[in-house]
């Protein structure tokens, strides 16, 4: 988000988060035989036996299930239809608060649009086609045996806000490249917040993911042919993640005919692609969306920036990216336009496809095309009154490319940073981390059980060699909090990235604050990781009681860390912690993993001291979650929401501390109106990839002493590196007009 748009952007998160539940709400439960009770240590009507599952192939988390489509009807032979079966299934566990619907390894017959739930992940057993041992067994295929349509308001699958889908490879039986037929996009996500695509595979799509207006959406581990177009982003007004994404002839190519697949010929699907001016991706209007590792080949256009009225610009870091066999390998369409909110128009009245003040920023990668590697057909715009620049000074949108290999022309704004033209090829980064239990005990309880029945149940199953302890959805009361043991996971419903307090697992802390920080500071964390590969996922934890009083009068209570950790191998995933005044602090925790944590916390958000080899990946903070939380009796927006960012959020936030430790990685996250986005002490060799701000209250980035590299970072209120005696490197750092910023070299 830019720093002039903070008002809209948090009042379009409401909205979208109302709009989510609205549309989950209106999914019917259609299950006939979900009425049994628990029979787990807490005695509570729940309509599901939640499960551990043991899959078929490697995950790198554990996979808990409240229920699988094959007790609904599914046939996973792929004789009969099993569309009715899945989508009973997914309402009835999206009317009990959300949770996994397994989908067992084999063949499922779809021939309508299923809709996901809110908070709701349909995941199968994924078998990655690119793994050195794969067998031509995909796992979990849907047999796509819809009618052709040429429409794109649409997908196959619907993904609602906070919901997701993983571990499907998806085949359209009826596909011919021969007599190519148009089917809309197989995962279609509407304006929602928070939905997520990840480890699926299509083989011979013709859309792949599209998404027209959405906030924080993660696409992750998708592999796939898709003849018209890949990935359809348009309009993202919080910051939405791409990662390890490929779009190649080669899935249809090498489809397995074990698995009862026609393949098709490579040159062919290429030459129908480019033919008839096939996409891989479509990217329009994108605040700070973060892109890594994509890899992109047979199309007739890489990356298609449009040029047509929208809302806002497109600009963001990308790294690593490899276009290849493309006719264009990014093409940004000439024009100019108007935004279509007013609330540009004092700032920016004229805008074009690709960013004039912030730009593309593309580190590490390779960009071939035939006729243009990169074509750029941003126009020239401003001076401007009364807005962003005036004066004689003109600006026109860029793409600027630090250690990127182009072959083939250019053509308008395209250039190197300083030292742009040094290798990068060295820089290695890794986003997926085992974030799971070897244990197989499992427990699980309802929101009846107390404290001490889920210590129990916890201490019981870290006895048992470790597993997970499962609390299924809805509101628990914590004031003491727990200890987690050695290879156990406490594990809520929440399967995928989510932001809501209105469903699934929520402890609504209770501990009572301190007036001091040193008093908070004697308080117990509500987790307490304390033992080697011990973790925490899917849980939203509100302080609202603090969110309060912060909206009364800007006081607040200090509280120790929600979530702390001892030991090796630790990690937090898919969390929400709102109002605390300090988030998570890991130390002495080699390979560590905090990913997908969405936080507004008060003093500090993540915190990591004398850690080696950890990785922080896709987390936002973000001052206006507090206002969006869904909780009626917390103020959402106004007043309260802009005072606290003008008066608390940008003076007091330190969003990421890491403090000594080696090998610290940093990839794909941002905050919005803090302090300072990271602070480094004595931290050795730390890498920051993709680590952006906007709104920050005072300078990006403080490192003291250590050695750190940043490899496109992006500040939108102004370039302010503190660099105290740090071995620092720094490569395609990008802040609101940045033609003039400079690459640092030690």
């Known amino acids: 988000m830019l720093k002039f748009s903070f008002r809209f952007c948090a009042l379009m998160l409401c909205l979208i988060l109302s709009a989510a539940l609205c549309a989950c709400a209106g999914d019917p439960a259609q299950s006939s035989d979900a009425s049994s ?3 787990g240590n807490a005695q509570e009507a729940y309509p599901f036996t939640p499960k551990l599952i043991q899959t078929a192939y490697q995950t790198l988390d554990s996979v808990v299930a409240v229920t699988d489509v094959v007790a609904y009807g599914a046939d996973p032979t792929g004789k009969a239809d099993s569309t009715k079966a899945i989508r009973d299934a997914l309402n009835a566990v999206g009317q009990a ?6 989908m067992p390894k084999g063949q499922y017959v779809v021939t309508g649009q299923i809709t996901i739930p809110t908070l709701v992940t349909l995941r199968g057993d994924w078998n990655d086609p690119d793994a050195a041992d794969f067998n031509g067994d995909y796992g979990t295929v849907i047999l796509a045996k819809v009618k052709s349509d040429a429409s794109t308001a649409y997908g196959l ?15 359209y039986p009826e596909q011919d ?3 190519v037929k148009p089917y809309p996009y197989t995962f279609y996500i509407p304006r929602v917040t928070l939905a997520t695509v990840k480890n699926c595979t299509l083989i011979n799509a013709y859309r792949g993911v599209g998404f027209p207006g959405n906030d924080k959406c993660t696409i992750k581990n998708l592999k796939g042919t898709c003849l018209m177009e890949g990935v359809n982003a348009i309009i993202s007004t919080d910051i939405g993640y791409f990662d390890n994404i490929t779009l190649s002839p080669k899935y249809w190519a090498n489809a397995s005919a074990s698995a009862g697949m026609q393949a098709a010929d490579a040159k062919a699907i290429a030459k129908w692609s480019k033919s008839n001016k096939g996409i891989g991706f479509t990217l329009q209007d994108l605040e700070q969306s973060q892109f890594t590792t994509i890899r992109i080949e047979g199309f007739d256009h890489g990356i298609h920036v449009p040029n047509k009225p929208s809302r806002f610009m497109g600009s963001g870091p990308m790294f690593d990216v490899t276009i290849k066999n ?12 108007k935004s279509t909110h007013n609330y540009a128009t004092d700032n920016c009245p004229i805008l074009t496809g690709i960013d004039w003040r912030c730009g593309w920023a593309i580190t590490k990668g390779y960009i071939e095309g035939s006729k243009y590697a990169v074509y750029n057909g941003s126009e020239t715009v401003g001076p401007f009154e009364n807005g962003l620049f005036s004066g004689e000074e003109s600006r026109t949108g860029f793409v600027r490319l630090s250690g990127v290999t182009l072959k083939g022309a250019t053509k308008g704004s395209v250039y190197y940073t300083q030292n742009g033209k040094d290798d990068l090829s060295g820089y290695e980064i890794q986003t997926n981390r085992q974030v799971k239990s070897t244990g197989k005990a499992f427990e699980y309880l309802t929101p009846k059980a107390s404290e001490a029945d889920i210590q129990a149940a916890l201490d019981k199953v870290g006895k048992a060699g470790g597993g997970v302890v499962y609390l299924t959805p809805g509101r628990y009361e914590i004031k003491n909090g727990f200890k987690v043991p050695a290879n156990t996971e406490l594990r809520g419903a929440g399967s995928s990235p989510y932001i809501l307090a209105s469903a699934g697992t929520v402890f609504w802390v209770r501990q009572s604050g301190a007036e001091t920080q040193e008093d908070g500071a004697k308080l117990p964390a509500i987790v307490a990781l304390n033992g080697q590969n011990a973790g925490v996922a899917g849980i939203y934890f509100m302080y609202d009681e603090n969110i309060i009083s912060l909206d009364a009068d800007m006081k607040y209570q200090f509280y120790n860390y929600t979530i702390t950790g001892n030991a090796k191998g630790v990690w937090a995933l898919n969390l929400c ?18 990913e997908n944590v969405y936080s507004s916390c008060v003093e500090e958000s993540i915190t990591i001291v004398n850690s080696n080899n950890g990785l922080i990946l896709d987390c936002l903070g973000n001052g206006v979650y507090m206002y969006c939380t869904n909780v009626l009796h917390v103020v959402r927006g106004g007043r309260g929401q802009q005072r606290y960012l003008d008066n608390v959020g940008k003076f007091k936030n330190d969003y990421i501390v890491v403090e000594g430790g080696n090998a610290q990685q940093i990839v794909n996250s941002f905050v919005f109106c803090g302090k300072v986005f990271l602070t480094t002490r004595n931290a050795e060799n730390l890498l920051a990839v993709n680590a952006c701000s906007d709104g920050l209250g005072s300078v990006y980035s403080e490192y003291n002493g250590g050695s750190v590299t940043v490899l496109g970072a992006t500040q939108t209120n102004g370039n302010k590196i503190r660099n105290n005696n740090c071995k620092l490197t720094v490569y395609n750092n990008m802040s609101l007009f940045p033609q003039d910023d400079e690459d640092v070299k030690p």
């Open 326 to 337: 493309c006719n264009y390998g990014i093409y940004a369409e000439s024009g100019t336009y």
């Open 577 to 594: 912690v709102m109002g605390p005044t300090h988030g998570i602090r890991f130390e002495n925790c080699d390979d560590h993993v905090i």
């Open 37 to 39: 009770s628990v029979t």
């Open 97 to 102: 608060g959300g949770g996994t619907v397994w």
């Open 157 to 171: 699958f619907q993904i609602r806000g906070s919901a997701g889908v993983e571990g499907l490879t998806v085949y």
């Open 177 to 179: 490249i021969n007599n």
